[in-house]
Nanobody, 123 residues
Framework: QGRPVESGGGSVQAGGSLKLSCQVS????????VAWFRQAPGKESEGVAH???????RYQGSVKGRFTISTNNAKDTVYLQMDNLKPEDTAMYYC?????????????????WGQGTQVTVFS
C-alpha cells in the first residue's frame, strides 16, 4: 500500500499554531486507522492523535485540548491542527496507519509510516 505523505511542519514561537497534513488514499483510510506520532531527539516515539473512518478519535494526554485530528470531505487527507504549541512539542511528526482489524485504543501495530515532518517550537 502507498505510504502516507506528511507536510506542514515548520518553526513557530511558543503559543503559536501549525497544521500538519497527511495524504493517504481514500482506500487506505477506509481500511485503516490513521495516526500522528512524534519523536523528539533522545526520546521514544509516542502516539499523539488517532482517527478512524467513522470519525472516532483519541489523543495523548499532553495534547488534549490543544491538538485536533480531522479529515476532509474526500477522506484522502488527515490533518493535525496544533494550537498553543509548547517547546516540548518539538519533534519529528509522522503519519502512520494500521489495519482496522487491530485495536484502536493502543499505539501498537502501526506499520505504514511516512517520512515525517519537523516541528520546532521556540520560546
Amino acid at each position: 500500500q502507498g505510504r502516507p505523505v506528511e507536510s506542514g511542519g515548520g518553526s513557530v514561537q511558543a503559543g503559536g499554531s501549525l497544521k500538519l497534513s497527511c495524504q493517504v488514499s481514500r482506500d487506505i483510510f477506509s481500511q485503516n486507522y490513521v495516526a500522528w506520532f512524534r519523536q523528539a531527539p533522545g526520546k521514544e516515539s509516542e502516539g499523539v492523535a488517532h482517527m478512524d473512518w467513522d470519525g472516532r478519535t483519541r489523543y495523548q494526554g499532553s495534547v488534549k485540548g490543544r491538538f485536533t485530528i480531522s479529515t476532509n470531505n474526500a477522506k484522502d487527507t488527515v490533518y493535525l491542527q496544533m494550537d498553543n504549541l509548547k517547546p516540548e512539542d518539538t519533534a519529528m511528526y509522522y503519519c502512520t496507519t494500521k489495519p482496522r482489524g487491530y485495536r484502536f485504543y493502543t499505539d501498537d501495530d502501526y506499520n505504514n509510516w511516512g517520512q515525517g515532518t519537523q516541528v520546532t517550537v521556540f520560546s
